[in-house]
């Protein structure tokens, strides 16, 4: 047992000391059926093996699995009384012959539908005297793909970054060079005018979606009337909709609730308008419409766009994601819209759905909890709100 501790000790990382006394509480605890353990395996090695947050594996001298944890049989590491990884098995050697502690990183066949493998961090220690050798495995999976969606968000911001600060840099040069134009000061000064609102917008979003991408509940939420969030959403889109000629239409039923943040939810109504605004042709409309749905309430944006293919279907809520980057940055689109609407959906212990058919059309729908538990309409009495042009 001692010579467990200390190896776990030398091993640090991946062991937390919680563990550890858990284990040796475990040990001592007369209430507690031991688990069998092995006659060539010290006394509670099992017991500390059992708690451990890593998969571990003890090997004798002949490189017999003596003891594993069932994340090690889950992960597919042993099997029966082998390790199956060649890696683990070399490093297992060499630790036994010259008792240097030694780290690695594996990978093996993913053991989850859709994953094509596993990563492991893995630290080898010498177990004692007799040849035993303890083999640690971190599944380091989750933590490398979340390591590489920030790798690639961060090149993305450098790269949205870059494109309207690299314009306005070079407008202001143009602008320079033809001071005594002043036909040209002024063309070129609107388009300076565009690419900073443009940066502004993309700001923006970046500032939102860091505030609420963690996960986390929306820290002070109250009541929030969808009639109120729906006419204050169409009212900031009104603008864009002008622009193109599209009618944006509130309906559904009234005198909805939500349980959320009133500001968030109309952030995110407004991204969903904005984006079915800028892929709907002109003279179209965008209706904006919300139902009851049992503990939940449902509002949907539906326009006569364009629509989505379905091989973009499942990544368009990614941050600058764009099935048609062309277009998107013609539109001034930041690429983050969808994403923002994804994240608030998920603050409030919600979701975001799409159906979309190209040529037909895209709906957009956010299920979101109702106040009080159970939706409740009131009887619509006016006809559905059309925004004024």
Not at 110 to 121: E, H, L, N
Not at 330 to 339: N, Q, V
Request: charged letters at 25%; one cysteine or more.
């Amino acid at each position: 047992m001692n010579e467990l501790l200390a190896s776990l000790a030398a091993m640090g990382g991946f062991v937390l000391g919680s563990f550890v006394m858990l284990a040796i509480r475990r040990q001592t605890d007369k209430d507690q059926d031991p688990e069998p353990v092995d006659d060539m395996l010290s006394p509670g090695v099992a017991s500390v093996l059992a708690v451990l947050p890593s998969s571990a594996v003890v090997l004798d001298r002949d490189d017999r699995v003596l003891r594993a944890s069932s994340a090690a049989r889950a992960f597919g590491l042993v099997r029966g009384d082998s390790l199956m990884a060649a890696e683990l098995l070399a490093l297992a050697r060499k630790v036994r012959r010259d008792g240097e502690i030694r780290e690695s990183e594996i990978e093996t066949a993913g053991r989850k539908f859709g994953q094509a493998s596993t990563t492991f961090a893995v630290r080898v220690a010498p177990l004692g005297s007799n040849g035993q050798v303890l083999v640690l495995a971190e599944d380091q999976t989750e933590r490398r793909q979340v390591e590489a969606v920030r790798r690639d968000f961060v090149a993305n911001v450098s790269h949205e970054l870059k494109t309207p600060v690299g314009a306005l840099s070079l407008l202001a040069e143009t602008i320079q060079d033809a001071a005594d134009d002043p036909e040209a000061v002024t063309r070129f000064a609107g388009r300076m005018q565009h690419e900073a609102a443009r940066l502004t917008y993309l700001v923006q979003d970046l500032i939102t979606l860091s505030k609420i991408q963690g996960g986390e509940p929306v820290p002070t939420p109250g009541p929030v009337p969808i009639d109120e969030a729906v006419h204050e959403a169409i009212d900031r889109c009104n603008t864009k909709a002008s622009a193109k000629d599209i009618t944006l239409v509130a309906g559904g039923a009234e005198g909805l609730k939500i349980w959320g943040d009133d500001e968030l939810l109309v952030t995110a109504l407004r991204n969903l308008i904005d984006n079915a605004v800028a892929y709907s042709p002109e003279h179209t409309r965008v209706v904006v419409s919300a139902r009851p749905a049992g503990r939940s309430v449902e509002v949907s944006v539906s326009d006569q766009g364009i629509g989505i293919p379905e091989s973009a279907q499942e990544r368009i809520f990614e941050r600058f994601f764009r099935v048609d980057a062309a277009r998107s940055r013609a539109t001034g689109g930041t690429g983050l819209g969808l994403a923002i609407v994804k994240h608030v959906a998920v603050a409030h212990g919600g979701e975001v759905t799409v159906w979309s058919k190209e040529g037909s059309g895209s709906t957009f729908t956010l299920r979101l909890p109702a106040f009080g538990g159970t939706a409740i309409a009131a009887p619509r009495t006016t006809s559905p709100l059309e925004a004024t042009k």
